[in-house]
């Protein structure tokens, strides 16, 4: 069911468990502001999510509340988690769904990386260009 970006953040959403490790989750980096770990039903053979250690609900809760470091640390930990992955020559994707239209379902902020085949029109049922 997707959310409404702008509700405040919930502390027991299954993001904030898997940063407490509280659940597993099959972690592939972390450090001070983000941690990474492989979605639990993958759409492409890589998908990995990247999430701020942060409380932030929504791409747009993080670019308004958050601190400029973190905010580059978590663009910086994108970025390093797509090249130790292999991904920056075969190319990658990367989303943030908001909100109900963008069809987010876990309230704190994450970004898909998808990878590893040609991933296809930007949208489902957008024309092939
Ligand atoms: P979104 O629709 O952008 O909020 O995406 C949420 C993503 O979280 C989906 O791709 C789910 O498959 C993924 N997901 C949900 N629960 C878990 C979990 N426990 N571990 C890893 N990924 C999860």
New binding site residues.
Partial sequence: M??DATEPYDDQN??A??LRDE????RVYEDAYAIA???????APT?I?VIPRGAYVSWDDFSARASDVEIAGFVRAVGTVARAAGLVVPGYRL???AGPH??????HL?V?LFAGQPLGPMLAGAPAA
């Fill in positions: 997707p959310i299954i993001f468990k898997i659940i597993p989750s099959r770990f492989h979605d639990i039903a993958p759409v998908h999510l989303l943030a769904n963008g069809g987010q379902e876990v309230p994450h898909h």
